[in-house]
């Protein structure tokens, strides 16, 4: 019993952590560039950077929970892009082609990935490194190596159109997808499923629970979110980038691991992901303001993954 409560005040102190780490910042920020940073306007445009790298991190967030990494998200949004992009043209195919087009692909890599995983045994780094470079491939395969132009008003207003004229609708997608991904993690029996086994793998299974089939579907989840995040790049951006969505596992996993997910499995919260989001926006935004070059950005987020790691370790040690 005291071993559960130290887990639980481990983690408690983690998630409050980061909800100051993330004021602390603001504050700095409000205070360095007051009328750059805080305008309501450069506010809404950080949820809108937030949005889309929020959205593979709910992904990511389901996969790291059970106990397993997916570095095939960046390229995944590569190749639905430019599939999309090419299936956007005007007067080709009605919207609706683009949109199953990306949201089928991203779900069937991310069944292949949970097949080889739970089934061919191999470790969850190792099929989503090897597949993130056959998917890049794929899309400069697919696009010639040059991006895809000439897409319909349409196919951009499902990323940059605005709801009552004020709300981006990329924000709303980021909401009713955490929204969904919050039910599913803590109300619904699959979620307690997906903790189980990221918890304890051997358990999971001696107690019934079907360890492959979850294994496949964290994988679905994330490949069908990363889909999605392709067809917003794509719609945003006006093409279809082969070379679009690099580094874009990097800034999920930090988004993950920043917000208290353990990387080893099994405990975490679906919020912290989202202050995770938010605080790598809010990074970038603040040093684009602040005039820093995007380098440093790369080493920020790198070291505050390191750190995140390091306190989650840490705090299991004591918790032990």
Known sequence: MNKLNNIRNVQLMRELGIVIVFIVILAILMILSPNAFARPANLMNIFKQASINGILAMGMMFVIISGGIDLSVGSIVALTGVVAASFAHPGEFPLIVPIILSLTIGLFIGWLNGVGVAYGNIPPFIVTLGMMTIIRGVALIVSGGAPVFGVTDEFENIAGAFLFDRIPLLVIYFIVITGISAYILTKS??????YAIGGNEVSAAFS??????????????SGLLAGFSGLLLASRTVSGIPTAGQSYELDAIAAVIIGGISMSGGSGRWYGTVIGALLIAVIGNGLDILNVSSHYQ???KGAIIIVAVLLDVKGKQKAA
């Open 208 to 221: 019934g629970i079907n360890v492959q089939k979850i294994r496949i579907s964290v994988f679905m989840i």
């Open 298 to 300: 790369l080493v920020i």
């Open 189 to 194: 029996v699959f979620g307690r499923r997906v």
